[in-house]
């Protein structure tokens, strides 16, 4: 008999076809609305193996879970898998490290750009209408090419960042890192910086660290007025790496020049957010990965790890904590 698998989003049609090579599965695919917890909690009771992106993987979906041998996110990112919980069930969580490095990169290179030269606002003033009804100096921003890189975060993600910005706009890049990196320093001239350094000196401050204790609200107010006056903040890590309010508050008093963020502690970002009414913003919809070939590469590699996992190999991308 085949193992049995559960898939909680839609998933194209050739990555079904691959999953139905090997298992039984069953598949939800309402794209705009979650599976409720006590339905997700029932389905897993008989599964073998499932790919749970966007879900809290904790001891209470877990519990009953009896059969399961490994769960698979499409996300590099994994901090809404209880890595204790997994452990204690002896269950793989895996996650799509690589894949998507280049295209993440290349959406906060993008973020980077908008923040520095106001595209985003600029779209908006051009698209109400408002071209000519004042002065083009009151929408200049600052240079990207030849400034100031502050990486918070020198990994897979990291690394694509530093290239672009090392090679493409002949940037300085400093890094704030756990480990040391003395490949990255060789290849791109990078230097490495206690935190506080690297915000005194950056033009562009970029987050794309995981979300753990050590970095929740690793950017508040105390770190956010070390910042240049000129500086743009862009955040594609996590919302929670930062404290929310206090960016906002710093993006009203302008004491830094803008910010770039495509993760938010609430998403989607609610409705009345005070995020929405700033003009020195850009804001993207937790989108840095998702590209077609991307997204399906990821939905690909989750489904391997997953169909590795419940034959009983080790799959090829268990989380670290896991290994
Ligand atoms: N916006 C989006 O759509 C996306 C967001 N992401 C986010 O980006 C994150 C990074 O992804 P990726 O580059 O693949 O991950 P990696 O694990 O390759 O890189 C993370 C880096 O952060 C460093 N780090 C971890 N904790 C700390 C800390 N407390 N202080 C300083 N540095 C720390 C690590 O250091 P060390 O080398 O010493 O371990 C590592 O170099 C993901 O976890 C996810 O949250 C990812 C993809 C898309
Ligand atoms: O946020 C996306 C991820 O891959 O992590």
Redesign the pocket.
């Known amino acids: 008999m085949k193992p049995y698998v559960y898939i909680a989003h839609p998933i194209p049609a050739h990555v079904e076809a691959y999953i139905a090579e090997h298992c039984e599965y069953k598949i939800w695919n309402d794209e705009n609305k979650k599976v409720p917890q006590d339905q997700l909690k029932e389905e897993l009771k008989s599964a073998d193996g499932a790919i749970l992106t966007g879900y809290d993987v904790d001891e209470t979906l877990l519990a009953d879970a009896e059969n399961l041998k490994v769960v698979s996110t499409v996300?590099?990112?994994?901090?809404r898998y209880d890595t204790a919980a997994l452990k204690k069930h002896n269950v793989y969580g895996t996650h799509t490290?690589h894949v998507?490095?280049e295209t993440?990169a290349d959406?906060i290179f993008g973020l980077v750009l908008s923040g520095g030269r106001r595209i985003a606002e600029l779209h908006e003033y051009v698209k109400g209408g408002h071209w000519g009804l004042e002065p083009d100096s009151a929408f200049y921003g600052y240079d990207i090419h030849q400034r100031t890189l502050g990486l918070?975060?020198?990994?897979?993600?990291?690394e694509k960042i530093a290239k672009r910005a090392r090679f493409g706009f002949d940037m300085d890049i400093r890094y704030?890192?756990?480990?040391r990196?003395p490949e990255m320093e060789e290849k791109y001239d990078a230097v490495r910086l206690e935190l506080d350094d690297l915000l005194a000196q950056a033009d562009f401050v970029v987050l794309?660290?995981?979300?753990?204790e050590?970095?929740h609200q690793?950017i508040g107010e105390r770190e956010l007025q070390l910042m240049k006056s000129s500086a743009v903040l862009i955040n594609?890590?996590?919302g929670p790496v930062v404290d929310e309010e206090a960016v906002v508050q710093a993006l009203k008093e302008e004491t830094i020049f803008s910010a770039a963020l495509?993760?938010f502690e609430n998403e989607p970002l609610p409705k009345d957010h005070p995020l929405l009414s700033l003009r020195n913003v850009t804001l993207t919809p937790?989108?840095?990965?998702?590209t077609r070939e991307t997204d399906e590469a990821m939905m690909m590699r989750a489904a391997e790890n997953m169909v590795q996992g419940v034959f009983g190999d080790t799959p090829q991308n268990v989380i670290k904590e896991l290994r």
């Open positions: 996300s590099v990112g994994y901090d490290p998507l490095d993440v959406l918070i975060g020198m990994g897979r993600i990291g704030y890192n756990r480990s990196k794309i660290v995981p979300l753990t050590a970095t690793l594609g890590a996590r495509d993760v937790h989108i840095g990965s998702a």
